[in-house]
């Protein structure tokens, strides 16, 4: 078998089994009862009479065998041979077997046994209910031979396993002895769900109940002790199986009723439920018996006089009656032949019948008391108050029916919403649908003509188009109520609300779109077209079109404060608000200013104002341009170029610097050295912005185009009281699709290779600290030599030998402290802090690690 351990079913051969091959027990079973013995008082020691049942291989003999004083006499028995254990009787025999009990009887003679162990597993290897029920019936049997031959105050320790009768089984152990413990020994597995009742102090009762020892009555289903019987009638098709054998007293299977007991029975439902047929016969006449129902009725009705019993013939004309009776129909008459095959639709069809011929019978009376009606509480009030109690309970009605309608459509909201945040709709879907939960209100003419809006809506531009007639039909229906609306709006606002909730949640949980929403809020001003004041716009940024800022930039407007000297950044804005749209401008509305401002318009005589501001703007782009080279400086002529550009259009929007020379579109970069920053100040990290960079640093876009650009569909979007989840989905994926060529892509491709082979902050940091060390050392070194050099006390020779000594010294190496290791297992295993009798620098380590290194070594080395 070499090395490799054998596995049996419950797993390996544990310590044990081990244990019992080197102490020669026969089996690992030896512990459990060497473990009971020792926690209950080494009952084994003082027991001069043992009987071991189902003790093979042995081994529970064996400990009796060496613990029991000497000269006792221990009896084995097992269905399997048991080889011969010095000190011990074994016989073969099944312990459930009356032939057990004689043998027993035979080696006992007139002795009594001070304790009887009980070990017993039947393997029959069928269902864990199955050998439950077997177990639990071997451990009452060995109880049964236990009371027959345990002494009085015996012990009697047996194996349990845990199943619905456990508790049933204790009962009967706690009625026949004085201590009666569960224990499971530290040898009995986890897994297993055996377990070792010890039952201490026997109390050998002259008598005992057979039924403490009746495997029926101990395992009967206590669960249920009243038998359901509704179920019974109800659910026919689930039938339960009897494990239990037939009830005391009641070995019938096919229960017969009389049909007129039936009837006249206070509990039907019983009957169809424990009978098998109701048949014609003529009930048995017993003066003197009551049926449980009716003691029970006698109890709790004491006072109320009893009918006096009808004879046989008034109970046979009562039969006639019933079997006569129209409602008694060939199908009833085929039911009642076998209850148990029927269905719940015929036992209602028979509860039914049994009410119609107890009516017929004269058992319940047909016409049942009236009622009372409810009194009319206007009949004393005058004709005014009729009314206003009328009007009052239409109030009432109509409100209630409002409620009624208010609940309904708020499950409805609330299930849509439900339904988007399990991503089962989008947004639009849902105001598609809201709108449409409310669409009879929303289009209905006649509410809109009863609320006198119709003439509103008539002064509007769209024509109303007809409702269809149907959908009139539905509209005639509703009833004036709540402003429909209102209801809409409401729908709306909820929606909103929602939303608004589900953004924060989402907020909370992903600072990304934190950021993102930080800088929309920033961005979120309508273009508006061309800003009137340079000097006073705020730089737009916006991560989506990838031109980032450093935090220190700053506008160079004349007299304008730059951020930070203002403390706290303010937010960069390019575009103004429509709030102020009502402002005028030269007399035109802000909005007919910023058209007029468009180059088309250029040349216009009475727009010169609007010139000069655009001009501004486009020297803006001049003047950066003129600083740039073509080609390297393509990024810093993009910032400035888009920077009037509008938000979350075709390209990317940055401050830039108002340019000192205005006339330097084609200048050479002369200033370059005076303004060195704007380059280190962008960056372009997105193939859209690098492509309009080289687009314009090629001169293929002129600052028209960019401004044409600006002019798009998505530039002018009405953002006007929509909602703001349609706003975001506009804002995702409404936009202009911005153009790349395969040039940028590359470069952008380049630069974050470029980025990424970078070494991390922490490298870095470390790097320059080396370096700044290494500067100090030298510098250190360098005075030092001064010092020798300039000291006149010293040779030349000597000079010379002081700087090389002090070369050698600056140059030695610092020996590198030693770091041992110290393998965490044995007494250092698990320990906190320094491990004892280890100095200097330390570093723990697991015996794998170990393992591993060395293995690393072993494979570097071939
Ligand atoms: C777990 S072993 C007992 C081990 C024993 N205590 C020992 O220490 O070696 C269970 C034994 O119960 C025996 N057994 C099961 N049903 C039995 C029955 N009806 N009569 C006698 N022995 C039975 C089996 O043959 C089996 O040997």
């Known amino acids: 078998m070499g090395k490799s351990q054998k596995k049996f079913g419950k797993g390996r051969l544990d310590h044990y ?93 007139t002795w009594k046994a001070d304790c009887v162990l009980h070990d017993g597993a039947p393997n029959v290897g069928t269902a864990w209910v199955q050998d439950a029920f077997t177990q639990s019936e071997l451990v009452l049997q060995s109880l049964k031979l236990a009371t027959e031959f345990l002494m009085p105050g015996g012990n009697f320790v047996t194996k349990v396993f845990r199943s619905k009768d456990y508790n049933n089984l204790l009962w009967v152990f706690n009625q026949l002895f004085n201590k009666v413990d569960a224990t499971k020994p530290p040898a009995s597995r986890n897994v297993s769900a055996e377990i070792f009742v010890v039952c201490r102090g026997y109390k050998a009762p002259k008598k005992i109940d057979p039924k403490f020892l009746d495997p029926r009555s101990v395992f009967e289903d206590l669960t249920d002790p009243t038998p359901n019987f509704e179920a019974k009638v109800f659910n026919p098709e689930k039938k339960k199986r009897k494990r239990d054998g037939y009830e ?101 069809g028979l509860l039914k019948w049994r009410l119609k011929c107890r009516l017929a019978l004269g058992i319940d009376s047909a016409v049942k008391e009236p009622t009372p009606e409810p009194e009319d509480p206007t009949k004393d009030m005058t004709e005014d108050e009729k009314i206003e109690y009328e009007l009052q309970t239409m109030e009432e009605r109509e409100a209630s029916r409002l409620k009624r309608e208010r609940r309904r459509k708020n499950e409805q909201k609330t299930k849509e919403i439900t339904r988007m945040q ?95 929403r930080l800088r929309d809020e920033i961005l979120d001003e309508e273009w508006n077209g061309i800003e009137e004041k340079p000097e006073t716009a705020e730089s737009d940024d916006d991560d989506d079109d990838g031109i980032i800022f450093d935090e220190g930039y700053q506008s160079s407007d004349d007299g304008e404060k730059s951020d930070s000297e203002e403390g706290e950044p303010k937010a ?119 492509t309009l960079a080289h687009q ?95 000291d006149p006390n010293k040779s030349e020779k000597e000079k010379a030998e002081a700087i090389q000594k002090l070369m050698r010294k600056a140059t030695k190496k610092s020996p590198k402290t030693e770091v041992k290791l110290v393998v965490a297992k044995g007494k250092n295993r698990g320990i906190h802090g320094r491990p004892g009798g280890v100095k200097g620098r330390y570093k723990m380590v697991d015996p794998r690690m170990k393992k591993e290194m060395r293995a690393l070594k072993r494979n570097a080395k071939k």
């Open 422 to 516: 399990l991503g089962m709709l989008n947004p639009v879907d849902i105001g598609i649908e809201a709108a449409q939960v409310g669409s009879d209100q929303l289009f209905s003419l006649k509410e809109v003509e009863k609320s006198g809006q119709i003439d509103t809506l008539a002064k509007g531009k769209m024509n109303m188009l007809a409702v269809h007639e149907d959908k009139k039909k539905e509209v005639t229906e509703i009833e004036i109520g709540e402003d429909p609306l209102q209801d809409a709006d409401r729908l709306e606002d909820e929606l909103d609300n929602m939303y608004t909730k589900f953004r924060e949640r989402r907020a909370e949980a992903d600072a990304k779109y934190r950021m993102k």
């Open 696 to 790: 314009i640093a090629l001169k293929e876009k002129s600052k028209a185009d960019i401004i044409d650009d600006s002019y798009n569909r998505y530039s002018m979007r009405d953002r006007d009281g929509l909602p703001t989840w349609f706003l975001d989905d506009e804002d995702r994926f409404s936009k202009p699709v911005k153009p790349i060529t395969a040039e940028a892509a590359a470069a952008i491709q380049s630069k974050l290779r470029a980025l990424n082979a970078r070494p991390i902050k922490k490298v870095m940091e470390a790097q320059a600290r080396k370096k700044m060390k290494a500067t100090r050392r030298i510098t250190r070194m360098r005075k030092k030599s001064d010092l020798i050099i300039e």
């Open 572 to 690: 960069r804005k390019l575009l103004t608000n429509l709030d102020d749209s009502k402002a005028k401008i030269n007399g035109l509305s802000k909005q007919a200013h910023n058209f007029f401002k468009q180059d088309v318009f250029k040349d216009v005589a009475g727009l010169d104002e609007s010139d000069s501001d655009d001009d501004e703007a486009i020297n803006k782009i001049v003047a950066l341009r003129s600083k740039q080279k073509p080609s390297a400086k393509a990024s810093a002529d993009a910032q400035d170029d888009v920077e009037n550009a509008p938000k979350k259009t075709s390209f990317e929007v940055v401050k830039g610097r108002k340019p000192k020379n205005e006339d330097s579109w084609n200048t050479d970069s002369d200033s370059d050295e005076e303004e060195p920053d704007d380059k280190a100040n962008v960056d372009i990290i997105t193939a859209e912005a690098m």
């Open 248 to 348: 005391d007293g009641d070995y019938l299977q096919h229960k017969m009723m009389s049909v007129l007991d039936f009837i006249t029975n206070v509990d039907p439902i019983a009957s169809l439920g424990g009978m098998s047929e109701l048949t014609w016969d003529v009930p048995t006449v017993n003066k003197d018996e009551k049926s449980p129902a009716e003691e029970e009725d006698d109890e709790e009705e004491p006072s109320e006089p009893k009918p006096t019993p009808k004879t046989e013939e008034e109970l046979k004309q009562d039969l006639r009656l019933v079997r006569k009776l129209p409602d008694t129909t060939t199908e009833i008459k085929e039911a009642i032949k076998d209850l148990k095959v029927l269905g719940k639709k015929d036992f209602r």
């Open 17 to 109: 089994y081990r244990l019992a091959k080197e102490k020669g027990y026969r089996a690992r079973a030896a512990f459990k009862i060497l473990q009971i013995n020792q926690k209950y008082d080494h009952f084994l020691e003082k027991s001069k009479v043992v009987i071991d049942l189902c003790a093979a291989p042995g081994s529970w003999c064996q400990v009796a065998s060496a613990l029991c004083p000497a000269n006792s006499l221990i009896i084995g028995v097992d269905l399997a041979p048991i080889k011969p254990i010095p000190k011990v009787i074994t016989f073969v025999e099944d312990i459930t077997s009356s032939k057990c009990r004689a043998q027993l009887r035979q080696h006992l003679k």
